[in-house]
């Protein structure tokens, strides 16, 4: 295509594969693209983007030349010698991550010394060092190994690609590393060049740290509700703090999506692999568990025992701009109210098709209004933007009850309120 870009692979083309191939595209590289569902890339060739992510569509369409797609490993091995990884690393039972499809990847290298595995998905601290033994195990020592963990944000996920606020490499100083610096190095962002395990580490803990900050406040909240303060002028004051600082202080129902839960999970028992108890994480994670629970503890509160209560839940995505289900908060909520007896619709402006797969006898509804018709009480589970447009005095005519529940303090208790119907958030009084 007449740059000079380096041309590479992707290998996995989910939410961060795909963002990563269209991001680099979008800089000049050719970028050949792989994975083991034919479904998938069969959707890829035809133009069609199989999530939804902001831009995202748009930028693969206008960098379809330099994109191509294939279920085969070999058109992607002969163009290209820096294979990025984004496949999936899903927790085990156990809670360790599972490493299956970074191992089926390893596998399906070639003997190789002019080509290198660059790690996007997140995995445990001591991968690339397992990797790196594999490698000689299977003869492969040549095969070069960088680890680059991603921190792209689902919803925001094309724009954090091409504007992150650091990029982190792990390498042998090698001519893997080196070929990935330069890869990066039109972003203009910080550059932390380390060893990879610390590199692996940096994700880890930065995800970590993450959501204890959020499961923090979450605990905050639930003291100010016992004590009459409110938690967003708590976290105002608190946010102003530059050692604290505004970002991921916001009180609500809790974190979900595929990468939280499991990375918080997979640091833990790396911690305990070694004989150390991360405690702090067990709380981050019960807090974080705890906080969807408390919703109908709320529901019950107001509507005494939830046997043939019904109730709406507006959003389904673990979070606004994502089609991304994985551990939603809604699919807690929807088994518990259902197993309270409870009557339960739903809306979602996006993620319905992902939520069907997911979640049963829930009734799915075209719009918020119809979710509302007769219910009891509305949860706010995900603060889509277009919410903030409800036409709260309709919806109050449309409600048998008078309750909103909103689970991430997003609406204005006073234009609820003066509608005729009842706030409650989290946190607040
Ligand atoms: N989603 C995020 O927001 C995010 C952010 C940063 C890091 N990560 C990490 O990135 C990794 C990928 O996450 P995701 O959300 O993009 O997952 P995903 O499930 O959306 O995509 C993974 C893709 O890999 C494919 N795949 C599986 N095995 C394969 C194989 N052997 N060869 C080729 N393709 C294969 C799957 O078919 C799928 O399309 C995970 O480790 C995750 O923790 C995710």
Request: proline letters at 4%; a negative charge.
């Amino acid at each position: 295509m007449g740059t000079d870009r380096e041309p590479i692979a992707v290998i996995g083309t989910g939410y961060v594969g795909l963002v990563t191939a269209a991001g680099f595209a979008q800089l000049g590289s050719d970028v050949w693209c792989v994975d083991v569902d034919a479904e998938k890339i069969a959707r890829l060739n035809r133009g069609e983007v199989p999530i939804y992510e902001p831009g995202l569509e748009e930028c693969v369409a206008r960098n379809r030349g330099r994109l191509h797609f294939s279920s085969e490993l070999s058109p992607a091995l002969e163009h290209a010698r820096l294979l990025f990884v984004a496949v999936g690393t899903p927790p085990t039972y156990s809670g360790d991550a599972d490493l299956s499809a970074v191992d089926q990847v390893v596998g399906a290298m070639p003997s190789s010394d002019r080509h290198a595995l660059v790690m996007k998905s997140t995995v445990p601290v001591g991968t690339g060092a397992a990797i790196r033994r594999m490698f000689d195990l299977q003869g492969k020592s040549g095969f070069g190994y960088v680890s680059c963990p991603e921190f792209l944000k689902e919803g925001s996920a094309l724009s954090d690609f091409l504007k992150p606020d650091r990029v982190v490499i792990g390498d042998d100083r090698d001519w893997a590393g080196d070929a990935v610096v330069k890869l990066y190095e039109p972003f203009d962002a910080p550059l932390v060049r380390t060893d990879i395990a610390s590199a692996e580490m940096i994700k880890l803990a930065s995800n970590a740290f993450l959501a204890t900050k959020i499961s923090f406040i979450n605990e905050i909240a639930v003291v100010c509700e016992e004590t009459g303060a409110d938690v967003l002028k708590v976290a105002q004051g608190m946010g102003l703090d530059e050692r604290i600082g505004p970002k991921f202080l916001r009180a609500g129902i809790g974190w979900g999506g595929s990468c939280f839960g499991k990375d918080v999970t997979a640091l833990k028992k790396l911690a305990a692999n070694t004989g150390y108890q991360f405690q702090l994480l067990n709380a981050s994670l019960e807090v974080n568990e705890l906080q969807k629970r408390r919703i109908v503890a709320k529901l019950q509160k107001h509507l005494g025992r939830l046997v043939g209560k019904r109730i709406g839940l507006l959003g389904l995505a673990f979070k606004p701009d994502t089609d991304d289900m994985r551990d939603a908060a809604s699919l807690v909520l929807a088994a518990r109210l259902q197993a309270e007896g409870a009557r339960v619709t739903a809306f979602d402006p996006v993620a319905e098709e992902v939520a069907r797969g997911l979640i049963t006898g829930v009734e799915f509804c075209p719009s918020a209004m119809d979710c509302a018709e007769g219910c009891d009480a509305i949860v706010l589970v995900t603060e889509w933007r277009e919410f903030r447009e409800l036409d709260f005095v309709e919806m109050a005519r449309r409600m048998r009850g008078r309750l909103v529940l909103d689970g991430r303090n997003f609406f204005d208790p006073g234009t609820i309120q003066s509608a005729g119907l009842t706030y409650e958030g989290v946190g607040r009084r």
